[in-house]
């Protein structure tokens, strides 16, 4: 069963960090890019960074650029998402997916088997 577990949202006041990890399982991790999005109430899903699983190439949101970074451990199935000076805007709920493919992309559709998401709250 493909499975994947996001962890590690909490509240942080504006300035501070935080960092997200993805547990995956049942499927060939190393196969697929991974993403990672967020859900704002009242707006729609958009995607955050995203990581190859070939090369490592990353992409990014503009609104994040400079201030997140993910990250892949094959050897252990984890992606991360570091996300440094975090702002009120930054608010969401945020879920990490598998791509369908294995080149990057921050299109929803590309994407299957979603997390459950974690909150990340960020104060003013």
């Known amino acids: 069963e493909v499975q994947l577990v996001d962890f590690g949202g909490g509240v942080v006041q504006a300035g501070g960090s935080l960092r997200l990890s993805c547990a995956a399982s049942?499927?060939?991790?190393?196969?697929?890019?991974i993403g990672w999005f967020r859900q704002a109430p009242g707006k729609e899903r958009e995607g955050v960074a995203c990581?190859?699983?070939?090369?490592?190439?990353?992409i990014y949101a503009d609104s994040v650029k400079g201030r997140f970074t993910i990250s892949r451990n094959d050897a252990k199935n984890m992606v991360y998402l570091q996300m440094n000076n975090l702002k009120p805007e930054d608010t969401a709920i945020y879920y990490c997916?598998?791509?369908?493919?294995?080149?990057?992309?921050?299109?929803?559709?590309?994407?299957?088997?979603w997390g459950q998401g974690t909150q990340v709250t960020v104060s003013s």
């Open positions: 997916a598998r791509g369908y493919y294995s080149t990057v992309t921050l299109s929803p559709g590309a994407f299957r088997s």
């Open positions: 049942g499927f060939s991790f190393d196969d697929h890019a």
């Open positions: 990581i190859s699983s070939s090369d490592g190439t990353t």
